[in-house]
């Protein structure tokens, strides 16, 4: 179970958030919010896995900030929406995965395939914690802002509804 801890006014260079902290007894997940969700539907989604290359060092070699900003551009636009933001750090295997499939991405491979060679999973993520702030913000239906439909299932899979995907231009 998922609690609320507190809540602030956030300014970004995309506009003013909303920022919602949550704790579920392991980890911290943040919810940015832009306008009232509540009881809404088609409501414009992204949830967002955390990657200490792409947000902190601003490495080229991902394209987790610029997705970022995109779906803070995009929500802002829009004039309501929502980013959950989930601390799962290499498709939830953790950093040291992330550095272990340098190689084998290097070589070629998909990310999801240099994890698995690397000997971890492909992807390790869980969405729990995003269906569970939703269910907090009385979100009736999302627009989930990806180009992976496997979130869609798992949010699908903890009775959200995602009435639409919609690839995230970055």
């Keep these: 179970m998922i609690f609320r801890l507190t809540e602030r006014e956030l300014k970004t260079k995309f506009g003013d958030f909303r920022e919602i902290l949550y704790y579920d007894g392991q980890k911290e997940s943040i919810a940015l919010v832009v306008g009232n969700v509540e009881n809404d539907s088609d409501v414009i989604c992204r949830v967002h896995s955390a990657c200490v290359s792409g947000h902190v060092f601003n490495s080229v070699e991902c394209e987790c900030q610029a997705e970022m900003e995109a779906a803070q551009s995009a929500i802002q636009n829009a004039g309501k929406g929502l980013i959950i933001y989930l601390e799962q750090e290499g498709k939830g295997n953790g950093h040291l995965a ?20 690397a000997g971890f999973e492909k992807d390790a993520r869980s969405f729990r914690a995003a269906s569970e702030i939703l269910a907090d913000l009385k979100v009736k239906s999302v627009v989930l802002l990806t180009d992976n439909a496997k979130k869609a299932d798992d949010l699908r899979k903890y009775s959200i509804n995602v009435s639409a995907i919609k690839e995230l231009k970055i």
């Design 98 to 117: 992330l550095m272990a499939s340098i190689p084998y991405k290097k070589a070629g491979m998909k990310q999801s395939e240099a994890y698995e060679k």
